[in-house]
């Protein structure tokens, strides 16, 4: 029942506090020009990730009882500290190696409350690989944000898997978490859905991914080995780093830099190169975020041999694909 306020309470938050930063958004200026690697052609009010932020923790702070706990609160100032980070990226804008900084200190804060990868022996490989999936997760899920209502629902989408994840396994602690962000995403698509009246911009996409990235780091599986559950978080989360993987090899291919080149080279947009309209584009990632997320659902109740074939064919799949959208001419 908790579960369920929780969900409820983000969602109408969101609904209710969208429109609110909408209107903060064309009274500071905090817009998105537009430009010839961007779909809109008139400016958009951006400052929606500042709704999303504010219903997920009002709903948590209403009707969970989780903040005893020391890692909830390491997770809450990491995600409140990177999603400052994106408002004034979008509002001043910030350099590249400012904002992984920035990520870094976050990070920081989850591995010294104990909010960390603990199935290596070694404990530097523990924080090494932890920081380089927060880093990861939080940066493709950014990198998503290239099209009206792709990286909002997308990042619903996975919540949802790991709400279903975190209920069925017990982990109650990761439940409020997965529940208020797939609330407050879904409430912020309705404003976001092309024609978007509003983005999540830096502040939205950055601190959705750094919370979708520690609450994958979280969830735990009673009676099931970690040599077989580490690759579920990686399914759930799969597409958005299909995508940044794409642009990165794009990028590198072209000899120009990944992390400070835009362009229309994601898979959004080569997917639109094919014929589609951007809602159908959207709606199609939606379709593989939800397929991969299944995978990871399925993981947990295959052998270890069959999980590992799984995720192989996973990789080659996505291998391929890259192979393919590289080879097809970018529009």
């Known amino acids: 029942m908790t579960i369920l306020l929780i969900f409820f309470a983000s969602l109408l938050f969101a609904v209710g506090a969208t429109p609110l930063a909408r209107r903060v958004a064309f009274a500071l200026g905090i817009l998105d020009q537009p430009s010839a690697r961007k779909v809109h052609t008139s400016p958009v009010p951006l400052l929606g990730g500042v709704a999303i932020y504010l219903a997920f923790l009002a709903a948590l702070l209403l009707f969970s009882d989780v903040f005893y706990v020391n890692q909830v609160i390491g997770i809450l100032l990491g995600a ?184 229309k080279d994601h898979l959004s947009h080569r997917l639109v190169g094919l014929g589609m309209s951007h809602r159908r584009a959207v709606v199609s990632i939606y379709a593989l975020c939800a397929l991969s997320g299944a995978l990871g659902f399925a993981v947990q109740y295959v052998s270890f041999q069959i999980a590992y074939i799984l995720f192989a064919l996973a990789l080659l799949g996505g291998a391929f694909g890259i192979f393919l959208f590289e080879r097809l001419p970018r529009k």
């Open 80 to 263: 409140t500290w990177v999603s400052f980070l994106g408002i004034w990226d979008d509002w001043r804008g910030l350099r590249p190696l400012v904002k992984l900084a920035g990520q870094c200190f976050a990070i920081a804060i989850l591995i010294v409350t104990g909010v960390q990868v603990e199935f290596l022996r070694n404990p530097y490989l523990n924080a090494f690989v932890t920081a380089a999936w927060m880093v990861g997760i939080t940066n493709a899920v950014n990198f998503l944000d290239n099209m009206d209502g792709l990286s909002g629902g997308v990042a619903a989408i996975a919540a949802g898997w790991f709400l279903v994840l975190s209920l069925l396994n017990g982990q109650f602690l990761v439940a409020p978490f997965a529940a208020a962000l797939l609330g407050a995403s879904l409430g912020f698509l309705v404003y976001n859905f092309n024609p978007a009246r509003i983005f999540m911009g830096d502040a939205g996409s950055l601190f959705l991914g750094f919370m979708l990235a520690a609450v994958g780091l979280k969830l735990r599986f009673p009676g099931q080995p970690d040599s077989l559950t580490w690759m579920i978080p990686i399914f759930v989360l799969g597409i958005p780093v299909l995508d940044m993987t794409l642009v990165t090899i794009s990028r590198l291919r072209r000899g120009v830099n990944p992390w400070t080149t835009a362009g």
